[in-house]
């Protein structure tokens, strides 16, 4: 789950609904451990039941958002985009400003899926490979994310085997 450090009550709630619909289907949130969509992510997850982890951009752990299960300090700044894209098996993006369209870049450089909703809308004109994927719902991000997986040649069969 990647998105906006900063949103409105509106984005965060979407956010809320994605982490608890992970939960729901038995997934592990990753997000990037901080405020805004991150939090809401995490909350959702937590509602639910579910794990989530934050890769945290710093090196201090206290400055990790409230509903983290696990809470991972890089001190990486930036460059933690990478770790993020690259933990999960499908990307799900709410909102977000040049630091979602990083993670959202290598996510789609690495071949993972990515959905968004309210996102950076990216397409690959006239190529083969996917860019991202719009939703209309938290759900169907999710939904969406779990086909892609999938679908994808590299992704495991059924994203809930571990």
Request: net charge negative; glycine share 18%.
């Amino acid at each position: 789950m990647i998105g906006a450090s900063q949103c409105d009550e509106e984005l965060y709630e979407t956010a809320r609904r994605v982490g608890a619909e992970i939960a729901r289907r038995g997934h592990i949130l990753v997000c990037g451990g901080l405020g805004g969509v991150m939090d809401g992510a995490a909350r959702g997850a937590s509602e639910e039941g579910g794990t989530s982890v934050g890769i945290l951009p710093g090196a201090n752990r206290s400055l990790a958002g409230e509903w983290l299960t696990v809470s991972i300090p890089t001190d990486m700044g930036h460059a933690r985009n990478a770790v993020v894209a690259l933990s999960g098996d499908a990307l799900i993006a709410v909102s977000g400003g040049y630091g979602t369209l990083s993670e959202i870049a290598l996510g789609l450089k690495m071949g993972k899926p990515v959905v968004g909703i309210g996102t950076w809308r990216l397409d690959h004109e006239g190529r083969e490979e996917r860019g991202v994927i719009a939703a209309g719902s938290p759900e169907e991000a999710v939904a969406l994310a779990e086909q892609l997986c999938r679908e994808s040649p590299g992704g495991r069969p059924d994203p809930l085997q571990r």
